[in-house]
């Protein structure tokens, strides 16, 4: 049983209310279609369980959303709070535009509340130094701004995001490695289209720092699944300002226009303003962040979990490198040898 965001490897927390699915403070499902997401409250990413489990879960959450009274509802999405303070959120039949608004609203607008917040911080920090009288001069001014890009800038040069691994070993990705990852036409693919990516050959954990890129490295190609499957992994660092609730609207409607993810990306590619990916309308990257969730839940769902799975082990992993970064060697043996017993 997993218990780490696949998305931002935060912890899922845990519930008493559903005894076979401990996981999660807040669930979605599916009673008609048989599917479980925990929803991770740090990033309001939903992630589907792959458990055999599911369906006694489901059964557990479903009497439980029917014998709690505090519930708000639409016709065909509602929301629960048990009394452990377990969140239900109960999904029927709804078009794509209301199941879009419960599912990626609150995410993408969390990302804006968050970057906006970090400029704030910034620009009210600057105002300060005036507020209390202080004489500052136009350069002194700039030097935090300029501090502070710098930082972002190394950052998203040598900070990893993501990894692939192929015949020839790792490969790993940074920020501008993704935003110059561009989306082209392709006769070969049975599809249509290809993703290129610039990456380093490195074996870095997502997460830290590896060698400095500028967009520039050779590029991996990548056709059907492979290609999705990368996409998934990136764009939602590309999309790290979220969107306005019209922005995500408008964002739906392209998905419902391109009919699936293949159509979304052929879309894409025929965007010529600018042929990068970070580059792209924002509506046409939040289309695509969602086409990318969808399809591999939905292969997930006709049986090619291997992916899913991975994704899970892929997300434990990434979180103990995080613990252990964060721990002195002696406690995390102490703590290896109290898990043991």
């Known amino acids: ?21 401990p996981v999660g403070r807040r669930l979605a499902f599916d009673s008609a279609k048989g599917r479980l997401w925990v929803v991770c409250a740090a990033c309001r990413q939903w992630n589907l369980s792959p ?3 599911r369906w006694d879960a ?6 439980s959303y029917r014998d709690t009274k505090l519930r708000v509802a639409t016709d065909q999405m509602g929301m629960a709070r048990l009394r452990d303070g377990t969140e239900l959120i109960r999904i029927g039949a709804p078009l794509r535009p209301e199941f879009a608004a419960w599912r990626y609203g609150d995410r993408f607008a969390l990302r804006l509340r968050r970057y906006a917040v970090r400029s ?6 600057l105002t300060a130094l005036t507020a209390f009288g202080w004489t500052v001069s136009a350069g002194v001014v ?15 040069r040598k900070r990893v995001i993501a990894r692939w691994e192929d ?6 990705f940074t920020h501008w490695g993704a935003r110059a990852a561009r989306i082209w036409f392709d006769d070969r693919s049975p599809h249509g289209w290809r993703l290129t990516v610039p990456g380093l050959r490195a074996n870095v954990p997502v997460g ?20 999705i499957e990368l996409a998934r992994r990136i764009l939602p660092h590309i999309n790290v300002s979220g969107g306005r609730r019209n922005t995500v609207g408008g964002a739906v409607a392209l998905l419902e226009e391109a009919g699936d993810v293949h159509g979304a990306f052929l879309r894409a590619a025929s965007v010529r303003v ?23 839940e939905r292969r997930a769902l006709e049986g090619e979990l291997a992916a899913l799975e991975a994704s899970w082990r892929e997300a434990e992993e990434v979180a103990a490198i995080a613990d252990a970064l964060t721990l002195p060697e002696w406690v995390a043996s102490r703590l290896g040898r109290l898990s043991g017993r």
């Open 1 to 21: 049983m997993y218990s780490t965001c696949t998305f931002c490897h935060a912890p899922l927390g845990t519930n008493e209310a559903i005894e076979v699915f």
């Open 51 to 53: 458990l055999d489990e």
């Open 58 to 63: 489901i059964e557990s959450a479903e009497r």
């Open 120 to 125: 704030t911080i910034l620009v009210t920090g």
């Open 142 to 156: 700039a030097i935090p701004w300029n501090l502070h890009s710098h930082f972002m800038i190394r950052a998203g």
């Open 167 to 172: 015949a020839a070993g790792p490969m790993t």
């Open 208 to 227: 830290k720092f590896g060698e400095k890129s500028d967009g520039n490295e050779p590029p991996i190609h990548l056709r059907g699944a492979d290609a």
């Open 274 to 296: 600018d042929p990068f990916l970070g580059s792209l309308p924002a509506e046409m990257r939040l289309a695509l962040e969602m086409a990318t969730h969808e399809d591999i």
